[in-house]
T-cell receptor, first 119, second 111 residues
Framework: GAGVSQSPSNKVTEKGKDVELRCDPI?????LYWYRQSLGQGLEFLIY????????KSGLPSDRFSAERTGGSVSTLTIQRTQQEDSAVYLC?????????????????FGNGTRLTVT | TQLLEQSPQFLSIQEGENLTVYCNSS?????LQWYRQEPGEGPVLLVT?????EVKKLKRLTFQFGDARKDSSLHITAAQPGDTGLYLC???????????FGKGITLSVRP
């Protein structure tokens, strides 16, 4: 079946421009995450959507970053007035969270990411 | 903040060698997952451990969850070049809590 789809796969933008990154999660998945990964580094949490709950925005690095998830499906990450330090791979993941014996997380299914380069 | 520390950060070994890498935290996790990521792709789940002391095997990979559910180890027997990649551990404190990732371990297996 279809996996998590992210678009565009690559984006080059000039400093100061706004960008929008899109994520199409797996159908039926209630949880959606955005992470940022710099070259050779681990995953930096940005934002987490879970069902109809208020999103956990605690990882957004500044107010230039925002994200929304419409209809519990597609998500868009927007970066306003991009800076060179925003250059990274932005990864989206979705999961169908469930609970077995009260404490279990379904695996995250990741897209291949959007490589953002700010010149 | 649930900090997951992975060690060593980088590891370069010869094909056929054994290795063990670690994922440690001062927090207790309800579950812990290991992922492997190859260049240009997203991470892919290898295993989830849930019970303290649990051991899971995936071919030549052995994963263990610490008794106190604060740490985990990954042992690879007779490493192959195909094992090369970034190994990430991720922990969750509850069924619907967000997953927190460590910084990862970059493994290179030389033929």
């Amino acid at each position: 079946g279809a996996g998590v789809s992210q678009s565009p796969s690559n984006k080059v933008t000039e400093k100061g421009k706004d960008v929008e990154l899109r994520c199409d999660p797996i159908s039926g998945h209630t949880a959606l995450y955005w992470y940022r990964q710099s070259l050779g580094q681990g995953l930096e949490f940005l934002i987490y959507f879970q069902g109809n709950s208020a999103p956990d925005k605690s990882g957004l690095p500044s107010d230039r970053f925002s994200a929304e998830r419409t209809g519990g499906s597609v998500s868009t990450l927007t970066i306003q007035r991009t800076q060179q330090e925003d250059s990274a791979v932005y990864l989206c993941a979705s999961s169908f969270t469930t609970s077995i014996f009260g404490s279990y997380n379904s695996p995250l299914h990741f897209g291949n990411g959007t490589r953002l380069t700010v010149t | 903040t649930q900090l997951l520390e992975q060690s060593p950060q980088f590891l370069s070994i010869q094909e056929g060698e054994n290795l063990t890498v670690y994922c440690n935290s001062s927090s207790v996790f309800s579950s812990l997952q290991w992922y492997r990521q190859e260049p240009g792709e997203g991470p892919v789940l290898l295993v989830t451990v849930v019970t303290g002391g649990e051991v899971k095997k995936l071919k030549r990979l052995t994963f263990q969850f610490g008794d106190a559910r604060k740490d985990s180890s990954l042992h690879i027997t007779a490493a192959q070049p195909g094992d090369t990649g970034l190994y990430l551990c991720a922990g969750a404190t509850g069924a619907n809590s967000k997953l927190t990732f460590g910084k990862g371990i970059t493994l290179s297996v030389r033929p």
